[in-house]
């Protein structure tokens, strides 16, 4: 099946850095969403992006289908963006089976 | 609105009880599902619905039991607790199919250790 790879694994800045995540995905997808799971375990949505650039704030997402990755990037990092990030793929035939990966844990300082 | 609710937020079973985790939403979503996190991971999908009456497995349906009677409530019964299925359960719910719209409403979470 496919594979998600999320870099990296852990993060560490300092409020007011920028960041730049990555998940790759192994194979071709119908669908790719990224989320953030708070420090508390709260989920949330962040963009649905199968292809393109869309932006909301500080955070933007970039989707290249054709080269199997997509990134999400963080500006001016506050401490409120701490916790974990997830993308999550859906190929075809694969019946609402959201892939998800390993996500990648951030904590921003003050 | 509540949003979505899931009860309880812990819970402690032992091997082969059986218990019913409580998810219920207020927002008249047709979508609902529930997903389990294990540590270090994404979540995987156990089953969900499109409709009251209407449901399907997931990923990992295993040792998992759902029904959909109503619009708001989507309850999830492990029939007999194993150890396996320690983890923490989150139900979701959307007004459109989630896989294509970036619409899903997640509960807080149910923490279960299977002893």
């Known amino acids: 099946g496919i594979q998600v790879e999320q870099s990296p694994p852990d993060l560490i800045l300092q409020e007011g850095a920028n960041s730049t995540l990555r998940c790759n995905f192994s194979d071709s997808v119908n669908n790719l969403q990224w989320f953030h799971q708070n420090p508390w375990g709260q989920l949330i949505n962040l963009f649905y992006?199968?292809?393109?650039?869309k932006q909301n704030g500080r955070l933007s997402a970039t989707t290249v289908a054709t080269e199997r990755y997509s990134l999400l990037y963080i500006s001016s990092s506050q401490t409120t963006d701490s916790g974990v990030y997830f993308c999550?793929?859906?190929?075809?035939?694969?019946?609402?089976?959201?892939?998800w990966g390993l996500g990648t844990s951030l904590a921003v300082n003050p | 609105n509540a949003g979505v609710t899931q009860t309880p937020k812990f819970q402690v079973l032992k091997t082969g009880q059986s218990m019913t985790l409580q998810c219920a939403q207020d927002?008249?979503?047709?979508?609902m599902s529930w997903y389990r996190q294990d540590p270090g991971m994404g979540l995987r999908l156990i089953h969900y619905?499109?409709?009251?009456?209407?449901?399907d497995q997931g990923e990992v349906p295993n040792g998992y039991n759902v029904s959909r009677s109503t619009t708001e409530d989507f309850p999830l019964r492990l029939l007999s607790a194993a150890p396996s299925q320690t983890s923490v359960y989150f139900c979701?719910?959307?007004?459109?199919?989630?896989?294509?719209?970036?619409?899903?409403?997640f509960g807080p979470g149910t923490r279960l250790t299977v002893l």
């Open positions: 619905s499109v409709g009251a009456g209407i449901t």
């Open positions: 927002m008249n979503h047709e979508y």
């Open positions: 999550a793929v859906e190929t075809a035939g694969n019946n609402r089976k959201l892939i």
């Open positions: 979701a719910s959307s007004p459109r199919d989630w896989v294509y719209y970036n619409e899903q409403f």
């Open positions: 992006i199968p292809s393109g650039t």
